[in-house]
């Protein structure tokens, strides 16, 4: 019944809808920002197919961001930005250090866990790879790591940052889908570990093949002394992550409360370390309003185009050749998992999210997926996206750290890229592992 809904429903597509498709993507290559990008098209698509008054666009700019779940997006980046200002994010380091330095590869696999931390607070990938990169990578040269290798190991580590709930990817996609935030953060945790599983693993692998960082013969007397006195310096740090998942999966808080909640506290304690001054908050500012500032005007303009490509018919079309091209379940889900990939590597989160969820998510229906496990599943193929060589971001990001080319980068990513592949399809093809939060 369903598919003979989506046969009628779909419609021929022709100049009105590929003309505006072929002006976005000339302006992305052209480097103009995406939400421009966007908004032209919607303009575009408007005007040439006459389905809704143009007027739509003036209104979608405003209901696009009238969501109060959109005030935890900056909320969560200025509490990111206030860690590495306090130095709050070493304090995670040193306690990842003390819990792994006794094993082979073990600040390899700190280097993971702080990225795993800190993007559990800020929900940016990012900042995560950039702020990590900072402390991590020359001390993981010196630990006998080949300096491309690092990179790829905090690149990976950081795309944990829309992958570790409170992630804005999760609050972006919910917006867009119509899908509690605080059911997407609980869906999302056990993915969200396995993927950091999954690069400690490939780490651990790689480590042993090759004896790059030996660890320290500890007993565990000696290990438990050493990560007493890591979080006797440091346990105040973890108060934020503390108070953001206890809030959020208790219910008693909603991602934006939990938000605000953490940049309070987080300043707080930047004041009474000695570490944060008022004259600090001018550029904190700055800082995280550039980064909001890129992601809230996409979602704006998100609106009136996701309007007009439903009022056009466009998903059920696409829907419609999809399935005609092909028809088991299994090979379309591998379909849109390529899909996805290839997009995490050559644009951000939040337009691959307010472009491609509307699109794919009726053929998910068409399929059975879960709306919650199709959540899961695209925000962890857009992440693995964003260390895909050659063209994810996070390559990017570490490269202009260190001045490593990103292609050498880019080679020693190919471990991490398959190894975190396996938990993409473990999360299509196995429900509970996207459901298990919420029973």
């Not at 130095?87 to 003390?98: C, H, M, P, T, W």
């Not at 690149?155 to 992958?163: F, K, S």
Request: glycine fraction near 8%; charged fraction near 10%; charge should be neutral.
């Amino acid at each position: 019944m369903l598919w003979q809904q989506m046969q009628q429903g779909a419609v021929a597509l022709d100049w009105t809808f590929y003309l505006p498709v072929a002006a976005f993507l000339l302006l992305v290559a052209l480097a103009v920002p995406v939400w421009v990008a966007i908004g032209a098209a919607s303009v575009m698509l408007l005007t040439a197919s006459q389905v809704l008054p143009l007027s739509l666009v003036g209104e979608g700019l405003f209901s696009g961001i009238d969501h109060f779940a959109l005030t935890a997006i900056p909320l969560f980046i200025l509490t990111g930005d206030v860690l590495v200002r306090t130095g709050l994010s070493r304090k995670f380091l040193d306690v990842a250090e003390a819990l792994t330095n006794w094993t082979r590869g073990g600040f390899g696999s700190a280097t993971v866990l702080v990225c795993g931390m800190f993007s559990a607070i800020s929900g940016s990938d990012a900042a995560g790879a950039a702020a990590v990169g900072r402390m991590t990578i020359e001390r993981l040269v010196e630990s006998g790591y080949p300096r491309p290798y690092a990179c790829a190991l905090v690149a990976a580590g950081a795309c944990t940052g829309i992958l570790i709930p409170p992630s804005i990817a999760y609050i972006v996609i919910g917006l867009v889908l119509g899908i509690s935030a605080s059911t997407l953060f609980k869906a999302a945790l056990i993915p969200g570990v396995l993927i950091l599983a999954a690069i400690l693993a490939t780490n651990t692998v790689l480590n042993r093949r090759h004896a790059w960082e030996q660890g320290h013969a500890l007993s565990l007397s000696e290990w438990l002394a050493n990560l007493g006195r890591a979080l006797a310096r440091g346990w105040y740090a973890f108060i934020v992550p503390g108070v953001i998942f206890w809030g959020i999966f208790s219910g008693r808080l909603t991602p934006t409360e939990a938000g605000a909640s953490a940049v309070t506290i987080t300043i707080a304690m930047g004041f009474v370390m000695g570490t944060l001054k008022l004259a600090d908050f001018p550029s904190m500012m700055v800082s995280s309003a550039k980064v909001n500032g890129v992601i809230v005007p996409i979602v704006a303009m998100s609106l009136p185009l996701a309007q007009a490509l439903s009022a056009m018919g466009v998903p059920q079309s696409f829907v419609y050749t999809m399935t005609g091209f092909v028809s088991e379940p299994w090979m379309l889900i591998l379909m849109m998992i390529a899909i996805l990939v290839a997009a995490g590597c050559v644009m951000e989160t939040t337009p691959n999210i307010v472009i491609l969820a509307p699109l794919l998510k009726p053929l998910a229906d068409e399929i059975g997926m879960n709306e919650i496990q199709f959540c899961v599943m695209m925000i962890t193929a857009l992440g693995v996206g964003f260390i895909t060589p050659p063209l994810g971001l996070n390559l990017f990001v570490v490269s202009g750290l260190t001045g490593e080319s990103v292609l050498r980068i880019s080679a020693r990513a190919v471990p991490f890229v398959l190894f975190m592949l396996t938990v993409v399809l473990l999360i299509a093809f196995a429900p509970a592992v996207s459901t298990l939060m919420l029973s």
